[in-house]
C-alpha cells in the first residue's frame, strides 16, 4: 500500500470508495448517492488536495481529500450546490448548514477534511499514512487548522481521530455528529 497525490484517472475508483462508505441510503438511491458524491467527494478532486491509497496493483482503495480555504473553496463548489439543489429541496439545507459552519469556523480553521477507506484496507496503519501525508501538506502550506464531521456511532472512527490527536469541536445532528479539530500551526 502507498499513498500518492490523486491521478484522475482513479477518479471512479475513489467515487467507489465513497459510495461504499456512505449511508445506506446513498448505496441504495440515487439522488442520495449523487448527493454524496457532489457534496463529499467530487468538489474536492476537482478543486481541492487529495491523496489516495493505493494497493500493490495499483488500484485506489481510499483518500484523504481536504479544502484548504473554506472561503475560496466555496466559490468553486457553486456549479456542485446547483446540481444538488436540482435533485430535489430536502437537499439545499444540508448543503447551506454545512457550509455555514465552515464560514462560522474559517477564522480558526479554514480547512475541512473527508477521510474514506474501503473497509478491507482499514487498519495496519492506512488511515494514519494517509492523513499525516494530508496534514503535513497543509502545515506546509501554512494552514492554520483543519475541521470535519463524523458520525458519532461510528466508534471505530471516532477512536482513531482521537488517537491521531484530534480534538471534539463540538456535537451536530441531534447528537448523531461529532465535529473534530485541529491547530496545525502550534
Known amino acids: 500500500m502507498r499513498v500518492v497525490p490523486y491521478e484522475p484517472s482513479h477518479i471512479d475508483e475513489l467515487r467507489a470508495v465513497c459510495i461504499e462508505q456512505a449511508s445506506e441510503r446513498a448505496r441504495t438511491e440515487e439522488a442520495y448517492g449523487q448527493f454524496t458524491l457532489w457534496m463529499y467527494c ?69 480547512a475541512h477534511l473527508h477521510i474514506d477507506i474501503s473497509e478491507a484496507y482499514t487498519g495496519g496503519g492506512n488511515g494514519r499514512t494517509l492523513m499525516e501525508t494530508l496534514l503535513a501538506r497543509l502545515r506546509a502550506d501554512g494552514v492554520k487548522g483543519v475541521i470535519f464531521g463524523v458520525r458519532a ?34
Not at 88 to 108: L, Q, S, W
Open 153 to 186: 456511532s461510528n466508534e471505530r472512527a471516532v477512536g482513531f481521530y482521537e488517537h491521531m490527536g484530534f480534538k471534539r469541536f463540538n456535537e451536530y445532528g441531534d447528537g448523531d455528529g461529532v465535529t473534530f479539530c485541529m491547530d496545525l500551526q502550534a
Open 42 to 110: 467530487d468538489p474536492y478532486l476537482e478543486n481541492g488536495i487529495a491523496y489516495m491509497l493505493l494497493d500493490d496493483e495499483g488500484v485506489a482503495r481510499g483518500y484523504t481529500l481536504a479544502a484548504e480555504d473554506a472561503h475560496e473553496w466555496r466559490k468553486s463548489f457553486e456549479p456542485y450546490r446547483e446540481r444538488i439543489e436540482a435533485l430535489g429541496p430536502e437537499f439545499a439545507p444540508r448543503v447551506k448548514e454545512e457550509h455555514d459552519f465552515y464560514d462560522a469556523v474559517a477564522a480558526d480553521y479554514p
